[in-house]
C-alpha cells in the first residue's frame, strides 16, 4: 500500500496514460518501461527498452537501437519500433491531456524505420529530448499498439493499454485504489519483491495514520 498527501489534493485518475499529467502518472508508472532508463542516485541515463542510441553528427537526429525479447503484458507480443511510433501517436492526439503532448508534437518530426529494432528520429532539434523520452520524464511511457488493437481504447471499467513493466494492471476502483500484480514470468529487467501492490486513495489525515499504525 501507498497513501500520500499527494492523493488528498485533487488527483487525475485516469487508465489512459495520455490523460494524466506528470505528477499524477504515478499511478501508471509500473506497468510502463522507456527507451532510456534514469539511474536515480547517479542522476546519469541508462539502457532501457533501447539498448543503445546515438545522437546524429548534425544535431537534428537519434538512432536508437531496441531491446529484443521484451513481452507485452496479457499476451500482447513483443515490443518492436511499431509500439514505439504507436505510443507518440497517442501521446499527441488531439485531445491529449498530457503536458508533454505539445513538446512532442514539435520536436519528433519523422520515424525513419530501419527494421523492428532499428529506427532514427528526425527532431526539431532540442536538447532536452533525452531527458523527456527517459524516465525521468513522464510522457512517453511505451505501449503495446497490439494491445490496443486487441483489447480497446483504455477507460475506467476497463484496463490500461498493455505495458512492459515487472508489474502488471490488474483492477482499479475509482476514488478508492488501483491494484497491480507481478507479471507471471520472468521479467527481463527485475523481480519484484511483492507479488502485488495498490495504491491506495485515502484523503483523509486521520485515515492514512490509522492505516499506517494498523499495518
Not at 514505439?84 to 503536458?99: A, K, N, R
Amino acid at each position: 500500500d501507498w497513501s500520500s498527501d499527494v492523493c488528498s489534493s485533487d488527483l487525475a485518475e485516469s487508465n489512459d496514460n495520455r490523460m494524466i499529467g506528470q505528477i499524477d502518472i504515478f499511478q501508471l508508472r509500473p506497468q510502463n518501461e522507456y527507451l532510456v532508463g534514469y539511474n536515480a542516485e547517479t542522476g546519469k541515463y541508462e539502457p532501457e527498452l533501447a539498448t543503445e542510441w546515438a545522437l546524429g553528427t548534425d544535431g537534428r537526429s537519434y538512432s536508437f537501437k531496441l531491446r529484443k525479447g521484451v513481452q507485452f503484458h496479457r499476451d500482447n507480443g513483443e515490443f518492436t519500433v511499431k509500439d514505439l511510433i504507436f505510443t507518440h501517436e497517442q501521446e499527441t492526439l488531439p485531445d491529449s491531456l498530457q503536458v508533454e503532448s505539445p513538446f512532442w508534437k514539435r520536436v519528433i518530426q519523422k520515424f525513419e524505420v530501419v527494421n523492428d529494432y532499428e529506427v532514427r528520429l528526425q527532431l526539431d532539434p532540442e536538447a532536452n529530448f533525452l531527458h523527456g523520452i527517459s524516465r525521468a520524464e513522464a510522457g512517453m511511457e511505451i505501449r503495446s499498439k497490439a494491445g490496443f488493437e486487441r483489447e480497446g481504447p483504455p477507460s475506467m471499467q476497463g484496463k490500461t493499454i498493455a505495458g512492459s513493466g515487472p508489474y502488471e494492471f490488474e483492477s482499479r476502483q475509482q476514488g478508492v485504489y488501483v491494484r497491480y500484480k507481478r507479471v507471471p514470468y520472468k521479467h527481463w529487467r527485475t523481480t519484484p519483491d511483492f507479488p502485488e501492490f495498490e495504491f491506495r486513495w485515502m484523503r483523509e489525515p486521520s485515515t492514512r495514520l490509522a492505516a499506517l499504525l494498523a499495518g
